[in-house]
């Protein structure tokens, strides 16, 4: 079955960086777009990043732009995500998913487990 799992996180405090990473299996990864979101706590669940089958087009949500990078090794069927400049804002649950696009809604049919985040001041 299709399995996403996400590693990375952790507490880092604020200025730092983090790297995430998606590590995906049973599925034709090439064909997936790929996206990451997050969850704080209270907070519906957002999007922060995309990427396309290639690699070619990435999309970001306005507040992690210039700070956030996302990037996919297909040979390793791996999606990431780097984080600098990291802000106590970023604080949350971040999930990876795929799916057919790489819009901000998707649709985004399979999904991880999640990695914490923890951002200190």
């Known amino acids: 079955q299709v399995q996403l799992v996400e590693s990375g996180g952790g507490l880092v405090q604020a200025g730092g960086s983090l790297r995430l990473s998606c590590a995906a299996s049973?599925?034709?990864?090439?064909?997936?777009?790929m996206g990451w979101f997050r969850q704080a706590p209270g907070k519906e669940r957002e999007f922060v990043a995309s990427?396309?089958?290639?690699?070619?087009?990435?999309y970001y949500t306005d507040s992690v732009k210039g700070r956030f990078t996302i990037s996919r090794d297909n040979a390793k069927n791996t999606v990431y995500l780097q984080m600098n400049s990291l802000k106590p804002e970023d604080t949350a649950v971040y999930y990876c998913?795929?799916?057919?696009?790489?819009?901000?809604?998707?649709?985004?049919?399979?999904w991880g487990q999640g990695t914490q985040v923890t951002v200190s001041s």
């Open positions: 998913a795929a799916g057919l696009s790489a819009s901000r809604t998707g649709p985004y049919d399979h």
């Open positions: 049973g599925l034709a990864f090439r064909s997936y777009a």
């Open positions: 990427i396309d089958w290639s690699g070619g087009y990435t």
